[in-house]
């Protein structure tokens, strides 16, 4: 990386008031081909002896790009095809729409060089700096230069020193005509910023264009490595597994993406962006007539602006815009944004980088206005995909998306039943949360696939799996190799080719109906309002009103719908399984992740640092999460800074519930449990082959038991048992990662198992009394965990024993008691399940979400 100040102006000593750039350097062909092909900002090609072809192969990769602002060529030899060469880059700059900034410096060109490229300007529109410094530019080119700015009206610096152009009627001549390219170019910003000002103010609703990219798979799969390769970042072969959910942004130009490390601000100035290129490109469109209403309305009163004055005036709009770095919305937020920084520079110069700035924006919105489709806003949730986490995701798997499968190749070939149940968990819970979602299945790790024939063998499985995307129908096809996944190789190495991918990822997004909605200004100004704040991370529904009503948003209804969208695109989370859920608006997605990461972990990748928790007096609460799943108060606190906001979210959404039992201290702080990290070894069962009592049989073979729902079952379980019998806390539940053993007070326990690979839950009542006081509570905490948790997506039969299922001694577990469906048990009122004298007399009537919030 070099840092070099970028020379501009003509005279005979170069200016250098453009703003500095941050070069990253090319030593060699192959990587400006890289850099260029990775989306670089300003790239510098040093002093590398390049043949004809060569310097082709570099102007046509400049021909391409579309992401590259600043492109400087310095001292290198072109093996006397400095014509040819010259040429070539002309046939760049004809076509090419992203450069800002161009330098050919210390390179002969000649007349013909020249010409060339004084021609192919004519019909570039972007670049405002145009440096052919030392270029041996005779004093006949003159006329080139004037022919150029005859056609060209965006050139605003030249810089001509080191050649053979004397005389100062001959710079006077090009400076006059740059003072007229300031002019027009200050001329047309004004036109497009009236706009602006009136789409912020007044505008009702404007392109966002933005989708959430959900990265989803097993552990180990090459998740990262490939989020890493769609964002042209090297691979990185001592990469660490993902804890719980990453997340990143990205900005997508056609096949070029550019990660977004900016601030998540600038949306409103965003669309208000594009609704004032709308306005001002389709003069017979409704937005324009609205808004050429509202400059004669506002003539006729008096309240008009005068443009000569409008850089340097500050925004009259009565609002803060919070500052953002990124580039499509930022430069506008820092225009706008004068604050107290900006009213301590010169206000000249304060109002020409206001300009500039803005310019730069409609620029980019400009190029984007002709190729819609190609241009889109990710965030990315990069979901970790050890077992731990599944009960996380459900949570944050949503409509408004893409998503990426990505599976690891070698896993189908080596282990094919295993690598298949990764897969249909993923895509049994994809259809679950976003049925009508696109999703692309990834193989990942083709560069250690020996052959073709192994390809197609992969494919032949995920074809089968899915029935031909008949199963299900969302998977994408990979139409160009006729397969029904997209190889990647992250490394490399394989020479796969990752722009299809990306072609293919922003094709099918174009193609979702959400995308091309338009957006309330006023909602997102007040999602930029919300998201300004570096010490805030959740707010209260309550303070989201007030701010929503603040930007215009003024009824409930309408904040409820702003919020589920935004919740939809990745960009906040807002949860609604409960009333005390819908009281939370986390701004901060990373933060809440992070902070549940930090107890629901995979302690194989992401193990605690004894060392440190022994130091802080904490190493035998960490041993008593992971051993038993038991969370202390203490642990919390030291974790969490927001330990209280943090546990209410989670008992919300089932993730823990409060542990009131004996093994928990007097005195001691509270104690929760967290499921998802129980063993996965079964319970010791009771004499023979089956814990006693009345069965009843929970098939979900018609939809799919997803994994993390059992946990979640549990935890309603122990609540429900809790609250039927206060003597339950005197027993102590045992539990695993598949079965569960819960006691109702003194009248007998619940045994609880399931099968995922059968697709069952099975619930062991020990006797008719457990039966009347949990049997119907339990199968309404199904249903509105299915409802609230689900989507509603999990369909399942109730079967039911008429019989006490008993095993008896030496008998091997013949005795056979048949499941009646659960209808038929209710029309018949078969005893226990059904006895409406005993049922009125000893159920308790319960509150499904109060005491699921308890």
């Given at each position: 990386m070099v840092n070099r100040k970028s020379q501009r102006g003509y005279e005979d000593k170069p200016k250098t008031t453009y703003p500095d750039y941050v070069w990253q350097g090319a030593w060699s062909v192959e990587s400006a081909l890289q850099l260029l092909e990775s989306g670089s900002p300003s790239i510098s090609v040093d002093r590398i002896k390049l043949t004809p072809n060569e310097g082709a192969e570099i102007a046509a990769a400049l021909a391409r790009n579309e992401t590259c602002e600043a492109f400087f060529l310095n001292k290198n030899s072109m093996e006397d095809a400095t014509d040819f060469a010259a040429k070539a880059f002309a046939d760049a700059l004809r076509v090419n729409r992203s450069l800002v900034y161009f330098c050919l410096q210390s390179i002969p060109i000649g007349r013909e060089g020249t010409r060339a490229l004084t021609e192919a300007m004519k019909h570039n529109t972007s670049i405002l700096s145009f440096n052919l410094h030392g270029c041996s530019i005779p004093e006949t080119c003159h006329e080139f230069f004037l022919d150029m700015f005859h056609h060209n009206k965006t050139v605003l610096r030249m810089n001509l020193y080191g050649n053979s152009l004397r005389g100062a009627s001959n710079y006077r001549d090009i400076d006059e005509h740059m003072e007229r390219n300031k002019r027009l170019r200050k001329e047309a910003v004004a036109k497009y910023e009236t706009a602006f000002h009136y789409a912020m103010e007044h505008g009702?609703?404007?392109?966002?264009?933005?989708?959430?990219?959900?990265?989803?798979?097993?552990?180990?799969?090459?998740?990262?490595?490939?989020?890493?390769?769609?964002?042209?970042?090297?691979?990185?072969?001592?990469?660490?597994?993902?804890?719980?959910?990453?997340?990143?942004?990205?900005?997508?130009?056609?096949?070029?993406?550019?990660?977004?490390?900016?601030?998540?601000?600038?949306?409103?100035?965003?669309?208000?962006?594009?609704?004032?290129?709308?306005?001002?490109?389709?003069?017979?469109?409704?937005?324009?007539?609205?808004?050429?209403?509202?400059?004669?309305?506002?003539?006729?009163?008096?309240?008009?602006?005068?443009?000569?004055?409008?850089?340097?005036?500050?925004?009259?709009?009565?609002?803060?815009?919070?500052?953002?770095?990124?580039?499509?919305?930022?430069?506008?937020?820092?225009?706008?944004?004068?604050?107290?920084?900006?009213?301590?520079?010169?206000?000249?110069?304060?109002?020409?980088?206001?300009?500039?700035?803005?310019?730069?924006?409609?620029?980019?919105?400009?190029?984007?206005?002709?190729?819609?489709?190609?241009?889109?806003?990710?965030?990315?949730?990069?979901?970790?995909?050890?077992?731990?986490?599944?009960?996380?995701?459900?949570?944050?798997?949503?409509?408004?998306?893409?998503?990426?499968?990505?599976?690891?190749?070698?896993?189908?070939?080596?282990?094919?039943?295993?690598?298949?149940?990764?897969?249909?968990?993923?895509?049994?819970?994809?259809?679950?949360?976003?049925?009508?979602?696109?999703?692309?299945?990834?193989?990942?790790?083709?560069?250690?696939?020996?052959?073709?024939?192994?390809?197609?063998?992969?494919?032949?499985?995920?074809?089968?799996?899915?029935?031909?995307?008949?199963?299900?129908?969302?998977?994408?096809?990979?139409?160009?190799?006729?397969?029904?996944?997209?190889?990647?190789?992250?490394?490399?190495?394989?020479?796969?080719?990752?722009?299809?991918?990306?072609?293919?990822?922003?094709?099918?997004?174009?193609?979702?109906?959400?995308?091309?909605?338009?957006?309330?200004?006023?909602?997102?100004?007040?999602?930029?309002?919300?998201?300004?704040?570096?010490?805030?991370?959740?707010?209260?529904?309550?303070?989201?009103?007030?701010?929503?009503?603040?930007?215009?948003?003024?009824?409930?209804?309408?904040?409820?719908?702003?919020?589920?969208?935004?919740?939809?695109?990745?960009?906040?989370?807002?949860?609604?399984?409960?009333?005390?859920?819908?009281?939370?608006?986390?701004?901060?997605?990373?933060?809440?992740?992070?902070?549940?990461?930090?107890?629901?972990?995979?302690?194989?990748?992401?193990?605690?640092?004894?060392?440190?928790?022994?130091?802080?007096?904490l190493k035998q609460e960490v041993e008593e999460l992971l051993k038993n799943a038991l969370a202390s108060q203490d642990l919390l606190d030291y974790l969490w800074v927001n330990s209280d906001f943090i546990v209410d979210l989670m008992r919300e959404t089932l993730l823990l519930s409060d542990w009131n039992f004996v093994n928990s201290r007097e005195g001691d702080s509270p104690v929760y449990l967290v499921p998802s990290l129980l063993e996965e070894t079964a319970l010791q069962k009771q004499e023979g082959d089956s814990f006693e009592g009345w069965r009843m049989n929970l098939d979900f073979s018609q939809s799919w038991l997803p994994s993390g729902l059992f946990q979640r079952f549990l935890c309603s379980c122990i609540t429900l048992c809790s609250r039927i019998a206060k003597e339950t806390r005197e027993h102590v539940p045992e539990l695993t990662q598949s079965t569960a053993m819960i006691w109702v007070g003194n009248f007998g326990c619940l045994f609880i198992e399931q099968n995922l690979e059968k697709n069952y839950i099975q619930v062991t009542f020990q006797n008719e009394t457990v039966v009347q006081k949990t049997f119907l509570p339990i199968l309404s905490t199904l249903k509105f965990l299915n409802q609230r948790i689900m989507n509603n997506g999990l369909k399942w039969n109730t079967k039911l024993e008429t019989c006490y299922h008993k095993i008896n001694k030496g008998d091997s577990g013949r005795h056979i008691c048949h499941y009646v469906p659960f209808e038929e048990v209710k029309t018949g009122n078969i005893s226990p399940w059904f006895n409406p004298v005993k049922k009125q007399s000893s159920t308790v009537s319960l509150n499904l979400e109060g005491f699921l919030a308890m």
């Open positions: 009702s609703h404007a392109p966002w264009r933005r989708a959430k990219l959900m990265v989803i798979g097993q552990g180990r799969a090459g998740k990262t490595a490939t989020v890493r390769s769609l964002m042209g970042e090297e691979f990185d072969p001592n990469g660490e597994s993902t804890l719980g959910i990453s997340l990143s942004r990205t900005n997508v130009h056609g096949e070029h993406w550019k990660k977004d490390t900016s601030s998540e601000t600038g949306h409103s100035i965003t669309a208000a962006t594009r609704l004032a290129i709308k306005i001002k490109s389709d003069e017979n469109g409704a937005a324009f007539t609205q808004f050429n209403s509202h400059l004669q309305a506002n003539s006729e009163g008096g309240d008009s602006v005068n443009n000569e004055d409008r850089f340097s005036l500050p925004i009259n709009t009565g609002q803060t815009y919070p500052n953002a770095d990124s580039r499509t919305y930022a430069h506008v937020v820092s225009a706008l944004n004068l604050g107290e920084k900006s009213q301590q520079v010169d206000e000249e110069k304060a109002s020409e980088e206001k300009a500039k700035k803005f310019e730069k924006s409609l620029r980019i919105f400009a190029h984007e206005a002709s190729r819609p489709d190609d241009f889109v806003d990710f965030t990315i949730w990069d979901y970790g995909g050890q077992k731990v986490f599944y009960s996380l995701h459900h949570l944050f798997l949503t409509e408004f998306g893409v998503y990426l499968l990505v599976f690891d190749m070698r896993e189908i070939l080596k282990n094919e039943k295993k690598a298949l149940e990764y897969l249909g968990f993923w895509l049994n819970s994809v259809r679950l949360h976003a049925a009508g979602a696109p999703l692309l299945l990834i193989g990942s790790f083709a560069d250690q696939i020996k052959s073709m024939d192994d390809i197609k063998r992969v494919n032949l499985v995920i074809q089968d799996f899915t029935a031909s995307g008949e199963k299900y129908p969302q998977v994408v096809m990979n139409e160009d190799e006729s397969l029904f996944f997209f190889p990647i190789d992250n490394t490399g190495a394989a020479g796969v080719d990752i722009d299809h991918i990306r072609q293919t990822i922003t094709k099918v997004t174009a193609k979702q109906a959400f995308v091309h909605n338009e957006t309330p200004i006023r909602w997102l100004t007040t999602l930029d309002a919300l998201c300004a704040s570096d010490t805030r991370s959740w707010y209260s529904l309550g303070e989201v009103k007030a701010v929503a009503k603040g930007k215009g948003v003024m009824s409930a209804s309408e904040v409820t719908e702003m919020l589920k969208l935004f919740h939809s695109l990745g960009v906040i989370i807002y949860l609604t399984a409960t009333a005390h859920l819908e009281n939370i608006v986390t701004t901060n997605p990373q933060w809440l992740i992070d902070s549940i990461s930090q107890i629901i972990r995979s302690t194989e990748y992401h193990a605690f640092d004894m060392v440190k928790m022994e130091s802080v007096g």
